[in-house]
């Protein structure tokens, strides 16, 4: 029963999802962590972090890593499945039809209003991954963040905007700094 729940919630997922991965994230925590109660927001931003560090598509991997906790193998491979079906069938038409019709204003026109619409989704995202890092637990008490987790975003973020560092680079010293952090 798990593994038919987990597909047809990330099937959910993949034809609600537009714009990639990242535009996905809301969606599937909302359905995730506030209306299946699978995982707690801080459980579900532990998988985003993996879900950006491995290869491969954050949504995928996201269904992937979240299928894994709930159902186990069996539990991946339904939510694996689930995520990527719509995916395949709607870009399959997709392709058809913008190599038949790309030269259509319409078709320009639509893709142009769809952008801030998927910067929109990515920064909801963002905004509550951030909250949950720093504060905790999505609610925003604003003399008692987590100094730690605020200065390792700003530093990450300089670095990251400044100097383009490489993201993987900025994960692991991160993570280093809060190894040495707590073994002192």
Same mark, same amino acid.
């Given at each position: ?30 359905l995730?962590?506030?209306q ?8 579900f931003?532990h ?6 560090m ?14 894994t ?12 499945i ?23 204003s ?9 952008? #801030?619409?998927?910067?929109? &989704? =990515?920064?909801? $995202?963002?905004?509550?991954? %951030?909250? *949950?890092?720093?504060?905790? /637990? ?6 008692? #963040?987590n100094?730690?987790? &605020? =200065?390792?975003? $700003?530093?990450?973020?300089? %670095?990251? *905007?400044?100097?383009?560092? /490489?993201?993987?680079l900025i ?7 809060n190894? =040495?952090?707590?073994?002192?």
């Open positions: 029963m798990i593994y038919w729940q987990l597909f047809l919630t990330f099937l959910n997922i993949g034809l609600l999802s537009f714009g990639g991965g990242y535009a996905a994230l809301p969606i599937i925590e909302d995730v962590v506030h299946e109660h699978w995982l707690t927001l801080e459980e931003s998988l985003i972090t993996i879900s950006q491995t290869p491969g598509p954050i949504a995928i991997n996201a269904s992937t890593f979240i299928g906790q709930i159902g186990g193998v069996g539990g991946a491979v339904a939510a694996t689930g995520c990527t079906l719509p995916s395949i069938i709607i870009v399959t038409f997709l392709a058809y039809l913008y190599h038949r019709y790309q030269k259509l319409l078709m320009q026109d639509t893709l142009f209003i769809l952008r #801030p619409v998927v910067v929109a &989704l =990515i920064a909801s $995202s963002g905004l509550s991954i %951030f909250i *949950n890092a720093i504060w905790g /637990n999505e609610r925003i008490i604003w003399m008692d #963040p100094w730690l987790m &605020l =200065i390792i975003f $700003s530093v990450a973020m300089f %670095f990251l *905007n400044k100097f383009k560092a /490489n993201p993987i994960m692991l010293s991160a993570g280093l700094v190894i =040495i952090y707590h073994a002192l």
